[in-house]
Nanobody, 125 residues
Framework: QVQLMEYGGGSVQAGGSLRLSCEASRYMPCMAWFRRAPGKQREGVASIDTDGATAYADPAKGRFTISRDDAANTVYLQMDSLQPEDTATYFC??????????????????????WGQGTQVTVSS
C-alpha cells in the first residue's frame, strides 16, 4: 500500500508564501495536489508528470509551482501571493502506471488512486 504524507501547511497573511511537501513511501510516477475549501468540492490544483511536465488549474497559474524530487519520492507545491480564497485543506494525490506506459497524461483530470490525509492552509486578510 502506498503512503502519502503531506507537510508544510499553516497560517499566513494574504500575500505570503507557503511550501507544501508530500513524501511517498515509494516512487510514484503521477503526482498532484488538490484542495478542498470549506463548503466546496475538492478541486485540482496542479499535477506533474514523469518527465516534469506540469499542469495547473486557473487559480494556481502564475502563483503556484509544482516540482518533484524523485530521489526523495517527494513532490512540492510552492505557493506565492496567497489569498484568503486559497484557504483549504490541501491533499497530495498519486497514481501508478502500467509497465508499458511512460507518461501519465491528463494533468489534474486523470484518476489518482492514492491520497494523503491533507494539510490545512489558512490565509488571513
Amino acid at each position: 500500500q502506498v503512503q502519502l504524507m503531506e507537510y508544510g501547511g499553516g497560517s499566513v497573511q494574504a500575500g505570503g508564501s507557503l511550501r507544501l511537501s508530500c513524501e511517498a513511501s515509494r516512487y510514484m510516477p503521477c503526482m498532484a495536489w488538490f484542495r478542498r475549501a470549506p463548503g466546496k468540492q475538492r478541486e485540482g490544483v496542479a499535477s506533474i508528470d514523469t518527465d516534469g511536465a506540469t499542469a495547473y488549474a486557473d487559480p494556481a497559474k502564475g502563483r503556484f509551482t509544482i516540482s518533484r524530487d524523485d530521489a526523495a519520492n517527494t513532490v512540492y507545491l510552492q505557493m506565492d501571493s496567497l489569498q484568503p480564497e486559497d484557504t483549504a485543506t490541501y491533499f497530495c494525490a498519486a497514481a501508478l502506471l502500467p509497465p508499458y506506459v511512460k507518461y501519465c497524461g491528463g494533468g489534474i483530470s486523470r484518476p489518482f488512486e492514492f491520497w494523503g490525509q491533507g494539510t490545512q492552509v489558512t490565509v488571513s486578510s
